[in-house]
């Protein structure tokens, strides 16, 4: 058990140890991060829109 679990960690670590790899695993995280953001903010302004009707 402890042997496998040691080289699963160490299998990832070499997997992303290359730069390009690293770089493209940053890229993801940040478009997840951004997409996050648009949908909380669509939400908001949905709200927004809801709780207070122009007029």
């Known amino acids: 058990m402890l042997k496998r679990r ?6 990832r670590n070499v997997i992303y140890s290359s730069s390009t790899r690293r770089r ?4 993801n995280l940040h478009r997840k991060v951004i ?3 648009r949908m ?5 302004m949905a709200e927004l829109t809801i709780a ?3 007029g």
């Not at 040691?6 to 299998?11: A, M, P």
């Not at 493209?24 to 890229?27: E, K, N, V």
């Not at 909380?40 to 908001?44: D, G, T, V």
């Open 35 to 37: 997409w996050r953001r």
């Open 6 to 11: 040691r080289t699963h960690s160490f299998k």
């Open 52 to 54: 207070a009707p122009a």
């Open 24 to 27: 493209i695993m940053l890229r």
């Open 40 to 44: 909380f903010a669509m939400q908001q």
